[in-house]
């Protein structure tokens, strides 16, 4: 029946602590008052041993955990601080207004216990995020906010135009409306002052930053390529944390689609998930 809909609850994102005791995981449900989905993060002992147990209410969206590289607290992405803002509570329907932008921001969660809190107040969405290995810097994905929306309105000025020229094939997508004018670019976040300086900068998306074992560079996927929406493809890339540098790994003749890069323990390979497309139509993905 569709009220069956309501009654699942599906563990994604599963995330081994550093010692190997624990899997953090985000907890997936229906918000039958909300009209949408909601998620929360849960702890439970890799053995099994005893119950999971909810770390975060989940109000409406707490995803992503990820460990600090000591093991003593959890990074995850959260809109609870605009929900909460904005007179959202977990047993009523959703406030009358949320910002469209930048709602979604990173916190951070002992575990051995108290609350969070928010450690990014960046201007756009936070998408992804990944520690350094020395645990004092986060990297993000968020895309970059124009400077009109940096400046303060001016309120003799007429509002700015809502007029969109589009020039770009790839210009939206389901669920998150118009993206040709955000691409997701990498940003460095002190954990402790909470300050973000942009890493990358370009056109085109990049996704699922990997820091190399000495904290010097960082992988990430992106088609940086001219025209990168007249082609499905994508390449793994190295960015230089000290100079900013960018360098194409994967590369070669014909279209290819690398992504997903890990690196091995001593920093001297990445494996990917990935192709070169073949001939005929249809293709897979391997390592």
Not at 63 to 74: K, N
Not at 141 to 158: G, K, L, W
Not at 164 to 185: E, M, T
Not at 217 to 224: C, L, M
Request: net charge neutral.
């Amino acid at each position: 029946m569709p009220e069956d809909l309501l009654t699942l609850r599906v563990p994604i994102d599963l995330q081994l602590s550093p010692d190997g005791r624990w899997v953090a995981f985000a907890l997936k449900e229906a918000g039958p008052r909300l009209d949408e989905y909601r998620s929360s993060i849960w702890l439970v002992p890799s053995d099994g041993s005893t119950p999971a147990r909810r770390l975060t209410l989940g109000a409406k969206n707490d995803t992503s955990p990820r460990w600090s590289p000591d093991g003593r607290s959890l990074a995850f992405l959260s809109d609870r601080a605009a929900w909460l803002q904005a007179g959202g509570a977990s047993d009523r329907a959703e406030p009358a207004e949320l910002p469209r932008e930048g709602k979604v921001q990173v916190w951070l969660l002992p575990i051995d216990g108290g609350e969070a809190r928010q450690v990014s107040r960046l201007r756009r969405d936070v998408t992804e995020l990944a520690w350094s290995p020395d645990g004092r810097r986060l990297c993000l994905v968020s895309a970059v906010a124009p400077a009109r929306e940096e400046a303060r309105p001016d309120p003799s000025q007429p509002p700015p135009s809502d007029i969109r020229l589009i020039d770009r094939l790839a210009y939206q997508l389901n669920g998150v409306g118009f993206v040709y004018d955000r691409p997701g670019q990498l940003w460095l976040l002190d954990v402790e002052s909470g300050e973000a300086s942009l890493l990358t900068r370009g056109r085109t998306a990049v996704r699922t930053p990997a820091w190399s074992p000495d904290g010097r560079s960082i992988a990430f996927a992106a088609d940086r390529r001219q025209d990168a929406d007249l082609y499905w493809r994508s390449d793994v890339h190295l960015v230089d944390v000290a100079t900013r540098r960018v360098t194409r790994v994967t590369g070669g003749r014909g279209e290819q689609l690398f992504g997903a890069p890990a690196w091995s323990p001593d920093g001297r390979w990445l494996a990917v998930l990935g192709h070169r497309y073949p001939a005929a139509a249809g293709s897979r993905a391997d390592v």
